[in-house]
């Protein structure tokens, strides 16, 4: 585990230059959103059903700076509240800045993830690991936002396979992420049939690490209307949009 960190830290930096280079014009983002999903999901074989909502908020500081904050809560029956996080930060020229990120597990006591931008490290409150700060860095929350900031500008002409990756950071530790465009597609949903692109974050092949699969809707800012996690384990968690409200 030591080493494939030590080895994260040295292709960091890389990975980092070409994510800067690669996106250096001005992303952009949807507007402010409340996002409400349909949840189901199997844990250890056991089916569960809930609700999951997202709230995507962007708001000016000043003329120059915008300020953007995630908070999402995942419910289920009998259990209620079994996840719940929180990102926020600025927008900058390449997108989310997150300078903390927090989550709260059902049964755990919050943890903490902070984007130190004056000492220009990443820190744990559950971990010793610290990494640098060069730009373009995420927390779990706030990767599949900037994966739509990244999107938007190639939009509905984005290639087969093209690839945005970057550097997210959870709750103990942080690791490369690459996504990969699979294929524009339809899917059925309460707001209608809906044209997405079709996303998806594997784990490397000698990794046990989090699949995970995007759908984002082409006509309504990118907006993801349907995520699917898959662990190593096998336990699958699908949300499937019911409303946006602006």
Known sequence: MFAKKIFSVITYGLLMFTQITSHAEQLTFPPSAELLYSL?????GVPVSGEAKVQWQVNKRDDQTKLYR????????IFGKILVSSSKGSIQEFGLAPEQFQEKRFRRTEVNTY????QKIIRFSESDLQYPIQGGEQDRLSATWQLVGLVQKTGAQTKLGQEWKMFVAGTRDADPWTFKFSD?????????E????HIIKAPPSDAQGQRIELWL???????PVQIRY????GDVLEQKIISIKN
């Open 40 to 44: 189901k999901s199997t844990q250890k």
């Open 70 to 77: 995630l908070n999402s809560e995942t419910k289920v029956a």
């Open 115 to 118: 984007f130190d931008r004056e």
């Open 184 to 192: 524009f597609t339809k899917i059925r949903t309460a707001l209608g």
């Open 194 to 197: 809906l044209n997405v692109m």
């Open 217 to 223: 809707a082409l006509d309504m800012g990118f907006y």
């Open 230 to 233: 898959q662990d190593h384990n």
